[in-house]
């Protein structure tokens, strides 16, 4: 298991992976691009290069960096559609200065287009992005059904997976998502990720968000809580970090906190944890 929580890129690559290292957590998060906006830091090579060294020597686990939540790939005006698909496409190759993480993002809402003709527009914006072959493993993060949002059943997971077609496209699993999404990961962890197992194959989960939840079971609702402190429970994340089918995954914590409280919660997973 790595360990890890959303940082901040302002100042950085590498001041992230100094950051991350000083709090406890080895691996991280960050988002490619203003998370509400569209707007990229200007890329700095000598930047990226110590990230990579430093990465490498204090054996961090892979990024799972987050796409901008405003990039939908399924958006029902073509033109938008059109510059999602394009700052999907950047950021594939902006990940090329870190080469062999994750790329996570959400899939897309459909805007009342319907579930099918958002999930082939996303397929069709994911297989022009991968074509230049990009040293990236994308990652469809789970969804919890708000709205009009694709994603919020491993079905459609799979449904995009099989549309694209490539082996660099795999799942990201949050647990405040898929709860409210109606998968219950409070009694039956286990039937859960039989379940992930037979739909879309464990071997595509590549990592997880771990977020307790403001709402309860199935409330379709996606408000993330600090860890123990919601509908999910401490007892919930000690069973995810010691199951045995989730041993060496990234776990980003998403959780409403600043350094000092993903400090702490690292801490409190790391003791968890059955060595
Ligand atoms: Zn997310
Ligand atoms: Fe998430
Ligand atoms: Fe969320």
Redesign the pocket.
């Known amino acids: 298991m790595y360990l890890g929580c959303h940082l901040s890129a302002s100042d950085g690559y590498f001041a992230m992976v100094e950051t991350a290292k000083s709090i406890g957590a080895d691996t991280f998060a960050f988002f490619t691009r203003n998370p509400r906006g569209s707007k990229a830091k200007k890329e700095d090579p000598a930047d990226s290069a110590k990230a990579v060294e430093a990465l490498r020597e204090y054996q961090f686990g892979p990024l799972v960096a987050h796409g901008a939540y405003t990039m939908n790939l399924c958006t029902k005006e073509p033109d938008a559609r059109e510059f999602a698909a394009q700052i999907l496409c950047d950021d594939l190759r902006r990940m090329s200065a870190l080469p062999g993480n994750f790329y996570n993002f959400h899939p897309g809402s459909h805007v009342g287009q319907g579930t099918e003709t958002g999930i082939s527009q996303i397929c069709d914006a994911l297989k022009l992005a991968l074509t230049p072959g990009y040293p990236v493993t994308v990652l469809l993060?789970t969804m919890a059904g708000k709205g009009s949002e694709v994603g919020g059943t491993f079905q459609e997971l799979k449904d995009i997976i099989d549309g694209v077609g490539s082996d660099d496209v795999g799942v990201?699993l949050?647990s405040?998502?898929i709860y409210d999404g109606g998968y219950d990961i409070v009694n039956d962890l286990d039937g859960v990720l039989a379940e992930f197992d037979r739909v879309i194959g464990l071997d595509k989960l590549k990592a997880l968000?771990l977020?307790d939840s403001k709402n309860p079971y199935g409330s379709h609702k996606d408000r993330h809580a600090c860890i123990g402190e919601g509908s999910l429970g401490v007892d919930t994340f000690r069973s995810i970090v010691n199951h045995p089918l989730l041993k060496g995954k990234p776990m980003i914590l998403?959780t409403p906190n600043e350094l000092p409280g993903y400090a702490a919660e690292i801490k409190l997973l790391r003791q968890m944890a059955q060595p």
């Open positions: 993060e990201c949050d405040c998502h968000h977020n998403e």
